[in-house]
């Protein structure tokens, strides 16, 4: 079995991925790109192309940037329409525009190689470091890891002390719709029909958070359902019960059901609700967040909680570091916080600047 060296592996190609693999291959390191399917994206690409979250600050007339650096960058880069929702402001690349714009990136980069298909992990370790990473018939000697999936491959497959969520947040299922006859209406109509259908028990308590935008009718998933049969019953429901939905088919789906909280890396700094809500400072800040905090929570339903004054929050470096294995990073859904503070953190624009810099402590440490 050959074996492949590397300076840094950055394990998952997503929103948080791809800039940290950048970011280390810009400080000099020779960077493997591990990704469990065929494709770079992640959640974003296969959610259907979502609005990104996190990329400007709230309460702004006009748009300003949270991050520097490759947040930035990616602005620039991929050069979509901005608009301002309430209090906060949405970046509408759409996922074709989004995976173009990381595919170039790592085209940008010599020293980065990316595996595709690279599904189940194997972690090596010694000596409190993570030594080796393989999948298939590949090995690689690495210097230094950046956990970037969602569910914290690396993390749950190592030694690595973990956050285990009590009660995880309610998942997401996206389903787009045609043939829907439009109307100002509809968003209200929507989870107004589903609430009655829950109250008379045709439908599970998730079913009432349905959101429905766009087109795209937005489920949330409870621990152990079938987001499949949810979002038939649903669409069953409202072909019964509203007449704009009398010819509607199913044009596309996310697929899976989009994980918003789950196990994840304990690091040396736990970042708090009270961290994000208060606005808090640290000298050694990885990331700035500006998201509300966002719990999808199985028994009440959406929880939002805004920054203090409308401002933003350092997400610190400790928060990207795990505690106990000396060469592992985060980023992303993947990093040290509770739960209220990661339904901020989790949003892509911040994954964005979480992967940089971890990206680049990585490259640091392999130095």
């Known amino acids: 079995m050959a074996v492949e060296v590397f300076d840094v592996a950055v394990v998952g190609a997503g929103a ?3 800039p940290a693999a950048v970011a280390a291959a810009r400080e000099g390191a020779r960077v493997a790109l591990l990704e469990k399917t065929s494709s770079v994206g992640g959640a974003m690409c296969a959610g259907l192309g979502f609005p990104v979250c996190g990329l400007f600050l709230a309460d702004t007339e006009e748009p300003q940037a949270t991050n520097e650096g490759l947040a930035s960058e990616f602005i620039q880069s991929a050069s979509a329409k901005v608009e301002r929702r309430g209090r906060v402001h949405l970046f509408r690349c759409g996922a074709r525009k989004f995976a173009e714009t990381y595919e170039r990136w790592i085209k940008a980069e010599s020293s980065i190689r990316l595996y595709a ?11 409190g470091r993570i030594s080796r ?21 690396v993390v749950r497959n190592s030694s690595a002390l973990t956050i285990v969520p009590e009660e995880p947040a309610l998942a997401g299922f996206l389903v787009r719709l045609r043939d829907v006859e439009f109307n100002d209406m509809l968003p209200i109509k929507v989870p107004h ?3 009655r259908a829950v109250d008379t028990e045709r ?3 998730a079913a009432r958070y349905t959101v429905f935008d766009e087109g795209v009718l937005k489920i949330s998933v409870g621990k152990g359902a079938s987001a499949e049969w949810l979002a038939s019953e649903i669409l069953r429901e409202l072909k019964a019960e509203l007449p704009e939905f009398q010819k509607v088919e199913i044009e596309q789906t996310s697929g899976v059901a989009l ?5 994840r890396l304990k690091g040396k700094t736990v ?16 990331a700035r967040g500006c998201w509300p905090m966002e719990f999808w929570d199985a028994e009440r339903g959406v929880r939002y909680a805004y920054v203090e004054g409308g401002g933003s929050y350092d997400i ?12 592992l990073w985060a980023a992303g859904r993947a990093i040290s916080a509770d739960s209220m503070a990661l339904s901020s953190a989790r949003v892509i624009g911040t994954c964005i600047a979480t992967g940089e810099a971890a990206g680049r402590a990585a490259a640091r440490e392999a130095a």
């Open 16 to 18: 948080s991925g791809v």
């Open 117 to 127: 298909d690279a599904g189940d992990l194997r972690v090596g370790e010694a000596e």
């Open 133 to 153: 990473l393989g999948f298939g018939d590949i090995e690689i000697e690495v210097g230094a890891v950046v956990d970037c999936t969602g569910c914290a491959a």
């Open 193 to 195: 029909t589903l609430w």
């Open 203 to 205: 439908l599970p308590l």
């Open 259 to 263: 994980q918003r909280e789950g196990i």
């Open 271 to 286: 970042l708090s609700e009270e961290d994000v809500r208060t606005g808090r400072g640290f000298a050694n800040s990885a």
């Open 316 to 327: 610190p470096m400790g928060a990207l570091k795990s505690e106990n294995i000396a060469n």
